[in-house]
């Protein structure tokens, strides 16, 4: 199937390092036409192929139909039932975006041809049109013009070898080895810190591997590993939703590898495993909670967006559900996040939109969301096309500036063994954090 040539909470307000991930993912397309590698076998059944592909393709709609044709910028959101959309786009989604438009080429849904013209449009508008402030770009842009919008922040950034070797990882880090959430001309430096297990191990492993601009290794023992028990399973954790253990590792490929502390992808499998308990736990009060539908994480609701999930139950939880949750976790739960996914297509009709899953809905309540959210819709096309292919990851790892983070970071591949790898299986981290190296 082919179309057309085209005619409050840290993820949201600080994510624009994610276009680095884009922008690095982006180079593959640049290979000439007729030496597209192909796509790996993957473990699973041709139905569960056909219904990835389905989503993946929808997904990519939204990337293509709601970035912009001057631009190449993507939007933040956009209805499911409307026309009329608002001129508000985040780097985050463009980031998301880049990679959406290399996987669609891969899978067919466009062809090079226009896949290539997206793209160099788009790394020209950063390169040549978007406002930066030493190489950081601003998260909230207009998404016709480039032009910074709501006072928005220069966040934790960079991009395709020039915008990427621009980008001053180490002014952030003068004063200290954390980094700061972001900056603004009117505040200066955020008060907040990258400081605990979150989506930042893909930014500090970003900069670490800079050639130009470098961080410090060190900087990399320093923000915390906090250790989390439940139901008996421990892993590396925050006070945080669900997408913290997804976005790092929607490039970052950590299989295998493991650095002084942890193996982080097991501690992924651990996490999403745990998550999905709890929600099983809280069954006796949200009764649409089961093997059938589990997953919260940072979403809309119908009183507005909530950060929320666990476990330790973090905000309002009502019973609504994020698809993104399970969609996010397909490469660590396989079994258990198809089975989610499928349950949503097939009984809850309103949850699906030309564009895949909308952003969540409540079935209690009868509520269904009318939008989808840009990173939300990208954590979820990227995870189900590594799960099928592993493309993401092994583009994404090509970069000299992914292999040097990991190894100046410490990362060094192990024996895993064969009961860790079962998808959908809880398993443990590798050896204990406090075995090798002393937690920060």
Same mark, same amino acid.
């Given at each position: 199937m082919k179309i057309p040539g085209s005619t409050a909470l840290?993820?949201?307000?600080?994510?624009? @390092? =994610?276009?680095?991930?884009?922008?690095?993912?982006?180079?593959?397309?640049?290979?000439?036409?007729?030496q597209s590698?192909? +796509?790996?076998? $993957?473990? =699973?059944?041709?139905?569960d192929d056909r219904f990835l592909n389905d989503l993946e393709y929808a997904n990519f709609l939204f990337f293509w139909e709601q970035s912009s044709p001057l631009t190449g910028l993507t939007r933040d959101r956009a209805s499911t039932n409307s026309r009329t959309q608002n001129v508000l786009a985040s780097i985050a989604a463009t980031g998301f975006g880049l990679t959406a438009v290399c996987i669609g080429q891969k899978r067919g849904y466009i062809d090079?041809?226009?896949?290539?013209?997206? +793209?160099?449009?788009?790394?020209?508008?950063?390169?040549?049109?978007?406002?930066?402030?030493?190489?950081f770009f601003f998260h909230w842009v207009n998404i016709d013009t480039g032009e910074r919008v709501l006072d928005s922040e220069v966040s934790s950034v960079s991009t395709a070898t020039q915008i990427f070797e621009r980008v001053e990882w180490n002014w952030l880090s003068e004063?200290?080895?954390? =980094?700061?959430?972001?900056?603004?001309?009117?505040?200066?430096?955020?008060?907040?810190?990258?400081? @605990? @297990?979150?989506e930042l191990m893909m930014m500090y492993l970003l900069g670490i591997g800079s050639n130009?601009?470098?961080?410090?290794?060190?900087?990399?023992?320093?923000?915390?590993?906090?250790?989390?028990?439940?139901?008996?399973?421990?892993?590396?954790?925050?006070?945080?939703?669900?997408?913290?253990?997804?976005?790092?590792?929607?490039?970052?490929?950590?299989?295998?590898?493991?650095?002084?502390?942890?193996?982080?992808?097991? $501690?992924?499998?651990?996490?999403?495993?745990?998550?999905?308990?709890?929600?099983?736990?809280?069954?006796?009060?949200?009764?649409?909670?089961?093997?059938? =539908?589990?997953?919260?994480?940072?979403?809309?609701?119908?009183?507005?967006?909530?950060?929320?999930?666990?476990?330790?139950?973090?905000?309002?939880?009502?019973?609504?559900i994020a698809p993104s949750a399970a969609a996010g976790s397909l490469p660590f739960l396989t079994d258990p996040a198809l089975r989610v996914l499928k349950t949503i297509r097939q009984r809850y009709g309103n949850a699906w939109s030309r564009y895949g899953f909308v952003n969540a809905f409540n079935p209690l309540k009868n509520w269904y969301d009318k939008d989808v959210i840009g990173i939300d819709t990208g954590i979820t096309m990227?995870?189900?096309? $590594?799960?099928?292919?592993?493309?993401?990851?092994?583009?994404?790892?090509? $970069?000299?500036e992914a292999q040097r983070g990991m190894e100046r970071a410490g990362f060094k591949p192990y024996a895993v063994s064969q009961t860790t790898k079962q998808p959908g299986k809880p398993a443990v981290a590798g050896p204990g954090p406090q075995s090798v190296k002393k937690l920060p």
């Amino acid at each position: 199937m082919k179309i057309p040539g085209s005619t409050a909470l840290s993820r949201r307000r600080l994510f624009t @390092y =994610l276009l680095s991930a884009g922008l690095s993912a982006a180079a593959e397309i640049n290979r000439p036409s007729g030496q597209s590698a192909p +796509v790996p076998q $993957n473990r =699973l059944s041709p139905d569960d192929d056909r219904f990835l592909n389905d989503l993946e393709y929808a997904n990519f709609l939204f990337f293509w139909e709601q970035s912009s044709p001057l631009t190449g910028l993507t939007r933040d959101r956009a209805s499911t039932n409307s026309r009329t959309q608002n001129v508000l786009a985040s780097i985050a989604a463009t980031g998301f975006g880049l990679t959406a438009v290399c996987i669609g080429q891969k899978r067919g849904y466009i062809d090079y041809a226009h896949a290539r013209d997206r +793209v160099a449009l788009t790394l020209r508008s950063l390169l040549n049109w978007q406002p930066n402030h030493r190489g950081f770009f601003f998260h909230w842009v207009n998404i016709d013009t480039g032009e910074r919008v709501l006072d928005s922040e220069v966040s934790s950034v960079s991009t395709a070898t020039q915008i990427f070797e621009r980008v001053e990882w180490n002014w952030l880090s003068e004063d200290t080895p954390l =980094l700061s959430h972001g900056w603004t001309p009117e505040v200066g430096f955020l008060p907040y810190r990258w400081d @605990y @297990y979150s989506e930042l191990m893909m930014m500090y492993l970003l900069g670490i591997g800079s050639n130009s601009f470098q961080l410090s290794p060190k900087t990399w023992d320093v923000w915390k590993r906090t250790t989390f028990e439940y139901a008996g399973m421990r892993y590396i954790g925050s006070f945080a939703p669900l997408f913290i253990n997804q976005y790092s590792q929607a490039w970052f490929d950590f299989r295998g590898k493991r650095d002084g502390y942890a193996d982080y992808f097991q $501690n992924s499998v651990i996490a999403t495993e745990v998550h999905r308990r709890f929600c099983l736990d809280l069954s006796k009060e949200f009764p649409d909670y089961s093997d059938d =539908l589990w997953g919260i994480t940072a979403s809309d609701s119908d009183h507005g967006y909530q950060v929320w999930g666990g476990p330790p139950r973090t905000g309002p939880i009502d019973g609504t559900i994020a698809p993104s949750a399970a969609a996010g976790s397909l490469p660590f739960l396989t079994d258990p996040a198809l089975r989610v996914l499928k349950t949503i297509r097939q009984r809850y009709g309103n949850a699906w939109s030309r564009y895949g899953f909308v952003n969540a809905f409540n079935p209690l309540k009868n509520w269904y969301d009318k939008d989808v959210i840009g990173i939300d819709t990208g954590i979820t096309m990227l995870m189900a096309e $590594n799960v099928r292919s592993s493309f993401v990851w092994d583009t994404f790892m090509k $970069n000299p500036e992914a292999q040097r983070g990991m190894e100046r970071a410490g990362f060094k591949p192990y024996a895993v063994s064969q009961t860790t790898k079962q998808p959908g299986k809880p398993a443990v981290a590798g050896p204990g954090p406090q075995s090798v190296k002393k937690l920060p």
